[in-house]
């Protein structure tokens, strides 16, 4: 209780990600926070330096144009996307992240919803940047992140000693708009969702007591999602560790041996790719301890994994534990600055959707459906107030359209599906699609499935593995996955029961987070 008792106290005045800055340079001062490669070599930013860097780019900002501003950031993670995002938030100004595979029309339409006036982007994205800006006249700048030497020179030109110091003085509101994060649009329409200081930051302070300062943590997911930048960012910000840059994802193996991680938050997807690894050297090397060959691909601290973004299977949990890897799973939504639940790495409970964090949000199931409140709920979608009073119920709660259930003291919940998705058949009875889908989930020959409606009948269309299959000797895959599907409806009622498989030769279409548009598929 002592414990908690101090961390509650560190986080005791903490209300902007100004305060989250001078908070952890007082604190941690010279310690890395941020590693990244630069070529072959490692690169470390203390606690101090990011602050300082931070505090030079919102000066800039801040000379460049005094007025509050929308400033969209596109790229991968990387030191400079960083100290723009921090920079931007504590000038005060609106942090609006993209994708670094962002059209340049998608961007202008993006943009003018958004009313941005300013752009950093990724090298990468150089000749997209050009385009955007002959589509889109009203940005007043556009920052390359690539650029060392701009960089360099601001954080010099805008130090601390400089004539420029006074322009971050200011007074921060943090019931302010501080970010906008498009959603991914499962229904072809993105809304902008409004976060404040207070949203962002009541998220990240509550006790994560499985983590020390000692952990390291690697960054692999891309900044542009919420779930990234807070709990990639601002929590170990707060919490003290440091934070190892992937940057792109083809550099994991690299980063995963040099900076030894302790932990990591993952999607399923990436987790299965990992294990997957694991398992080939574990035939290669069959004398070698499970622990032994897992520490050939996640280096030798490897302790937890926090999983998010889609569900989690039982069966891959069982694989990592058995190689001493704990697997567990958070849930949460951007209009919730991300977290909901968060990953308890204990036994009770694993194959929930998390503990919920009763100290920043209060859980209630209304009807099926997940329904939250407190003070990490979005402001609301910005210029569209109709369908922001379509997302909150009378009394205030957000109605999060997921359909779940708490466990019998209400502490962890499990999410089921989504209501938008529910079959409703002839009958009355109502299906979730998704909990069907969640018996295939360990299967690996499935790359993919949705399970429809048909006919009033239940089907499942999949986009099958076929290189896996034929590496185990899996000749009739239609054959051998109506047998699964047979397992499947064993014990089931006979409306729940699939009763046709469709396979498909190309992957479903999806959203920029990689999310299935159930839309556009053929039933």
């Known amino acids: 209780m002592e414990i908690m008792s101090e961390i509650k106290d560190m986080y005791k005045g903490i209300n902007t990600v100004r305060d989250l800055i001078d908070n952890s340079a007082k604190v941690f001062g010279d310690k890395p926070f941020i590693k990244y490669f630069n070529g072959d070599e490692i690169v470390e930013k203390s606690f101090i330096t990011l602050r300082e860097n931070s505090l030079a780019l919102c000066r800039y900002i801040r000379d460049l144009c005094p007025d509050r501003m929308h400033i969209a950031v596109i790229g991968r993670t990387s030191y400079e996307y960083i100290t723009a995002l921090t920079g931007t938030l504590i000038s005060g100004n609106v942090f609006l992240p993209f994708a670094p595979n962002t059209s340049a029309d998608e961007a202008a339409m993006l943009f003018e919803d958004g009313d941005v006036e300013a752009l950093f982007y990724e090298s990468a994205y ?3 940047a050009q385009q955007i800006l ?23 030109k805008y130090s601390s000693d400089s004539e420029y110091a006074s322009l971050s003085e200011i007074e921060l509101n943090p019931e302010e708009c501080a970010a906008i994060i498009y959603t991914s649009g499962t229904t072809g329409v993105r809304k902008g969702v409004m976060l404040s200081s207070s949203n962002l930051i009541a998220n990240v302070t509550y006790p994560e007591i499985e983590l020390s300062s000692d952990d390291v943590y690697l960054s692999v997911l ?13 929590k170990p910000l707060l919490d003290g560790l440091t934070v190892c840059l992937n940057g792109d994802m083809s550099n994991i193996g690299r980063s995963l041996a040099t900076f030894q991680p302790t932990t990591m938050r993952l999607v399923p997807m990436i987790c299965e790719s990992l294990i997957r690894k694991v398992n ?12 032994e060959v897992a520490e050939m691909v996640f280096g030798k601290n490897i302790r937890w994994i926090a999983v998010g973004g889609a569900y989690l299977g039982p069966g891959l949990v069982a694989e990592y534990e058995k190689y001493g890897i704990m697997l567990r799973q958070g849930y949460g939504m951007t209009e919730t600055s991300p977290k909901i639940t968060t990953a308890d790495f204990t036994d009770y409970c694993k194959d929930s959707s998390g503990k919920i964090i009763k100290s920043i949000c209060d859980v209630r199931l209304v009807e099926g459906e997940i329904q939250v409140k407190g003070k990490s709920v979005m402001m609301g979608y910005y210029k569209k107030p109709e369908e922001t009073a379509a997302a909150f119920t009378e009394d205030g709660y957000l109605k999060t359209g997921d359909l779940g259930r708490f466990n019998s003291d209400e502490t962890h919940l499990y999410v089921t599906g989504r209501i ?15 909990e069907l889908e969640k018996k295939f989930v360990d299967e690996k020959v499935i790359k993919e499935i949705i399970v429809s409606a048909e006919n009033d009948r239940i089907v499942c269309e999949v986009f099958p593995d076929e290189e896996y299959a034929k590496s185990v ?5 239609e054959e051998y996955l109506l047998e699964k599907v047979r397992e499947a409806n064993r014990g089931e009622k006979s409306y729940r029961e699939i009763s046709a498989l469709h396979l498909r030769t190309t992957p479903f279409p999806k959203t920029t987070t990689g999310k299935i548009k159930r839309n556009n598929i053929r039933y």
């Open 222 to 234: 891309p900044m542009h999602h919420i779930f990234c930048f807070s709990c990639d960012y601002f």
């Open 280 to 291: 080939i050297l574990h035939k290669r090397f069959p004398d070698k301890k499970p622990r």
């Open 473 to 477: 000797g899996i000749e009739n895959i």
């Open 420 to 434: 938008k998705n529910l079959i409703i058949l002839s009958n009355g009875e109502n299906i979730s699609p998704e």
């Open 134 to 156: 002959q589509k889109y006249d009203r940005l007043k700048v556009a920052v390359n992140m690539g650029d060392a030497e701009w960089f360099k020179d601001k954080y010099e």
């Open 126 to 128: 150089e000749e997209t």
